[in-house]
């Protein structure tokens, strides 16, 4: 193939876009930001956990307050009624009264342990709603982290994909001033050679491999006319003699 050194040139030009490109997916997919927010996030998640189990042992707890509760009423009107009947002076039978004494004794000592049972429930639903707000905080704080890891990124995702918009119009640009069957060739070398489908010649060296050319090969490049496209023997790239080359 052949192709004027004007153009070959500028597919070096080409090259050097491309490698950019590749340089800001590479940035764009490795902003410390993504490992951060993965972190956070997984945090977030554990803390969004405990703090649901501690609602839901605040709800649990508060039900059963309010059950305690209305058993500690139940137990105190019927123990106010036994009173009233026995302050009426409507029973004058000796046992009867003796009986109702003592269910008042008993619903007293009933009352007592229901108080105890209320106390010991409030404990625990103080202790998970103290609970719940410590965790509430916790949430709040490191979802403010993820917000501003989130937001640091979007704002590093704003300026790459910038750079990136304006590589890709000067790309098409160059990219339109190389002779098709050139550009082709290139395009097809770059997909099998990670990227890279063009290399200038730096001082005998191919600066797509980093090997030094051998001499029979030097002497090839040397004879062969200005507009033919070289290849290097090594990694069959597309070889670019320049000023540079060393010829």
């Not at 137990?75 to 046992?95: C, E, F, H, N, Y």
Request: glycine share 4%; net charge negative; aromatic share 2%.
């Amino acid at each position: 193939m052949n192709a004027a050194p004007a153009d070959q040139i500028r597919l070096l030009d080409v090259q050097a876009l491309d490698v950019r490109l590749q340089q800001l997916a590479h940035k764009r997919k490795s902003l410390p930001e993504h490992a951060e927010i993965e972190s956070l996030s997984k945090d977030h998640t554990q803390l969004r956990d405990l703090l649901v189990a501690a609602q839901t042992e605040e709800s649990d707890t508060a039900r059963e307050q309010t059950k305690a509760e209305q058993d500690v009423d139940q137990v105190r009107q019927r123990a106010a009624r036994d009173q009233q009947r026995l302050d009426s002076g409507a029973i004058t039978s000796p046992k009867d009264l003796e009986n109702l004494q003592h269910e008042i004794a008993s619903l007293a000592k009933r009352q007592g342990d229901l108080e105890d049972i209320v106390l010991e429930v409030m404990e625990r639903r103080e202790s998970a709603q103290e609970r719940v707000a410590e965790l509430t905080e916790r949430v709040g704080a490191v979802q403010g982290k993820v917000d501003d890891a989130t937001a640091r990124r979007d704002a590093a995702f704003e300026e790459i994909d910038g750079e990136v918009a304006t590589v890709t119009k000067e790309r098409e640009v160059m990219a339109g001033s190389v002779p098709a069957d050139l550009l082709g060739l290139y395009e097809k070398l770059r997909v099998q050679q990670g990227g890279i489908g063009a290399a200038k010649l730096y001082q005998r060296t191919c600066q797509g491999c980093r090997q030094e050319l051998a001499i029979t090969e030097l002497s090839e490049v040397r004879s062969a006319a200005p507009d033919t496209v070289l290849r290097c023997e090594n990694c069959r790239r597309i070889l670019v003699r320049t000023a540079e080359s060393g010829l």
